[in-house]
T-cell receptor, first 112, second 111 residues
Framework: GENVEQHPSTLSVQEGDSAVIKCTYS??????FPWYKQELGKGPQLIID?????GEKKDQRIAVTLNKTAKHFSLHITETQPEDSAVYFC???????????FGTGTRLKVLA | DTAVSQTPKYLVTQMGNDKSIKCEQN?????MYWYKQDSKKFLKIMFS???????INETVPNRFSPKSPDKAHLNLHINSLELGDSAVYFC??????????FGPGTRLTVL
C-alpha cells in the first residue's frame, strides 16, 4: 500500500543552524503535502503546506520544497531556536479521497 | 477559543474496564477523526466520520466503537480495556480532505 517515509527519525542541531527533514511518498496521485509540528504534551499543529503545482513555499524561517518527479518533499528550518524543538510529521494527501498518510515523525532537538 | 477539545486529558484505568473519550470541534468542519499515537510517536488513523457517516474504519479491534451524535462531536468508547490500549488518542477535524486540526490528546494508561 501507499506509504510515506520520513528521515531522519531524530535530529539534533545547534541553535542558529539549519535543519532539514525529508519525506518520500509512493502514491503518484498525492497532490497536497502538509507539515505538522507536535510540541510536548500537545496535538500536532499545521505549520506549512504545499500543493503539487508549486515547487517551493516559504514562511519566515520555514520552507518546504517539492520534487514531484522524485516524489519527495522536504522541510527546511533556518536559524533554529530552542522553541523549534518538537516532533515534526509530514503527510501526503490525494485530494478528493480518504488517503491522508502521515510520515513516521522526526524528533528535532535544538541545542542552546 | 478552543477549536478541537477532548475530555478527559488523562485517563488511568484498570484492565477490563470500559471507558469513553469525548471530542468536540467548533470549526464547522464536516469530517472528524480518531488517531492513536504510540510510544514511538507513530500516528495511526483509527476512524473517520464525514457528516456523521463512518468513512474510515481501519483495522481496529471491535472493542473500539466511535459514535458521532452530530457533525461537531465524535466520541470513542472502548470496552474491555487491555494493556496494549495504553497510548495517546487524538481527535482531529477537517473540511473533507483539507488540513487537519488536532485536539490536545487523551493519554490513556491501562494498569
Amino acid at each position: 500500500g501507499e506509504n510515506v517515509e520520513q528521515h531522519p527519525s531524530t535530529l539534533s542541531v545547534q541553535e542558529g543552524d539549519s535543519a532539514v527533514i525529508k519525506c518520500t511518498y509512493s502514491d503518484s496521485a498525492s497532490n497536497y503535502f502538509p507539515w505538522y509540528k507536535q510540541e510536548l504534551g500537545k496535538g500536532p499543529q499545521l505549520i506549512i503546506d504545499i500543493r503539487s503545482n508549486v515547487g517551493e513555499k516559504k514562511d519566515q524561517r520555514i520552507a518546504v520544497t517539492l520534487n514531484k518527479t522524485a516524489k519527495h518533499f522536504s522541510l527546511h528550518i533556518t536559524e533554529t531556536q530552542p522553541e523549534d524543538s518538537a516532533v515534526y510529521f509530514c503527510a501526503a494527501i490525494t485530494s478528493g479521497t480518504y488517503k491522508y498518510i502521515f510520515g513516521t515523525g522526526t524528533r528535532l532537538k535544538v541545542l542552546a | 477559543d478552543t477549536a478541537v477539545s477532548q475530555t478527559p486529558k488523562y485517563l488511568v484505568t484498570q484492565m477490563g474496564n470500559d471507558k469513553s473519550i469525548k471530542c468536540e470541534q467548533n470549526l464547522g468542519h464536516d469530517t472528524m477523526y480518531w488517531y492513536k499515537q504510540d510510544s514511538k510517536k507513530f500516528l495511526k488513523i483509527m476512524f473517520s466520520y464525514n457528516n456523521k457517516e463512518l468513512i474510515i474504519n481501519e483495522t481496529v479491534p471491535n472493542r473500539f466503537s466511535p459514535k458521532s451524535p452530530d457533525k461537531a462531536h465524535l466520541n470513542l468508547h472502548i470496552n474491555s480495556l487491555e494493556l496494549g490500549d495504553s497510548a495517546v488518542y487524538f481527535c482531529a477535524s477537517s473540511l473533507w480532505d483539507r488540513s487537519k486540526f488536532f485536539g490536545p490528546g487523551t493519554r490513556l494508561t491501562v494498569l
